[in-house]
């Protein structure tokens, strides 16, 4: 798996790891709330944490 994301839905916050050239996974994006990340691995996609939760998230979990 050359990348992977770990969501945290009560922040909610998105952290993005990815293999680097030595096959360690490192830390490429950190993004919460209503900050976009733009993925390109394994596809391109957008990605809005707050979004994931849809309306259970208005400020903070409820």
């Known amino acids: 798996m050359r990348s992977y ?15 680097d050239a030595e096959g360690r996974y490192e830390l490429v994006a950190e993004v919460k709330g209503e ?4 993925a390109t691995l394994p596809y391109p996609v957008r990605i809005v944490p707050a979004e994931l939760l849809g309306t259970m998230w208005q ?3 409820k």
Not at 5 to 19: G, M, N, Q
């Open 59 to 61: 400020g903070g979990l």
């Open 35 to 38: 900050d976009p990340f733009d």
């Open 5 to 19: 994301w770990v969501i945290d839905p009560p922040d909610p916050k998105l952290t993005v790891f990815e293999l």
